[in-house]
């Protein structure tokens, strides 16, 4: 069965440090979604993209994290610089054609800022 | 603006007893309404959805969630609960004509004593 990837699974960085996530979707999903989960919390939308083009990002802040999704498959989520607060599970999903569809979600990456 | 309550962040549950997780949600016209499961350290899998139709949709591992539009409720029930259903369950709300955008309940951490 496909699955979303996403590496790395674990990440501990020193706060003002730069990092990246990856994601790549199951095949031929259009939306790419990436969420951030703080401990105890439910998931919170970070930014979607729908191919390469991104339809959300009210939620990122945008100072510190920036998203592409260059050639409309695989995805990077970066964060510069890393603050405490944003030590949590970082998600990407992935859901098939344009508009509210299941989404699929890959393992996921716990970050810790120091 | 929409939003998700899951009114028991924690319950505790005997291997072989039913389970019952309640959802409520506050939105103007009638959602598109999942379930999802997180095992610890895990991504999100779905449990169902409710998309429109039968108000009683039945979903994977056993589950089955009814949809009460009088009381803006999706709540999550299993006749008989596994060790294995330990973990932790979100419900999630969507616009039927959106991107895709997902809101998310804080969650219920579910413990199975044996």
């Known amino acids: 069965e496909a699955e979303v990837a996403q590496s790395p699974r674990y990440k501990i960085t020193e706060k003002s440090q730069a990092v990246a996530f990856w994601c790549d979707p199951i095949?031929?999903?259009?939306?790419l979604y990436w969420y951030r989960q703080i401990l105890g919390q439910g998931p919170e939308l970070l930014v979607q993209f729908q191919d390469e083009s991104v339809v959300d990002d009210s939620q990122l802040p945008k100072d510190r994290f920036s998203a592409e999704r260059l050639k409309g498959v695989d995805s990077t989520l970066k964060i510069q610089p890393a603050e405490l607060g944003d030590s949590a599970m970082y998600l990407c999903a992935s859901s098939q054609g344009q508009g509210l569809r299941e989404q699929y979600f890959g393992p996921g990456t716990r970050l810790t800022v120091t | 603006a929409q939003s998700v309550t899951q009114p028991d962040i924690h319950i505790t549950v005997s291997e072989g007893a039913s389970l019952e997780l309640r959802c409520n949600y506050s939105y103007g016209a009638t959602p598109y309404l999942f379930w999802y499961v997180q095992s610890p350290g895990q991504g999100l899998q779905l449990l169902l959805k409710y998309f429109s139709g039968d108000t009683l949709v039945q979903g994977i591992k056993g589950f089955e969630a009814e949809f009460k539009r009088s009381q803006s409720s999706f709540n999550l029930r299993k006749p008989s609960v596994h060790w294995s259903d330990a973990a932790e369950y979100f419900c999630?709300?969507?616009?039927?004509?959106?991107?895709?955008?997902?809101?998310f309940g804080a969650g219920t951490q579910v413990v199975v004593t044996p």
């Open positions: 095949s031929g999903h259009a939306t």
């Open positions: 999630a709300v969507g616009e039927p004509d959106s991107w895709g955008k997902l809101q």
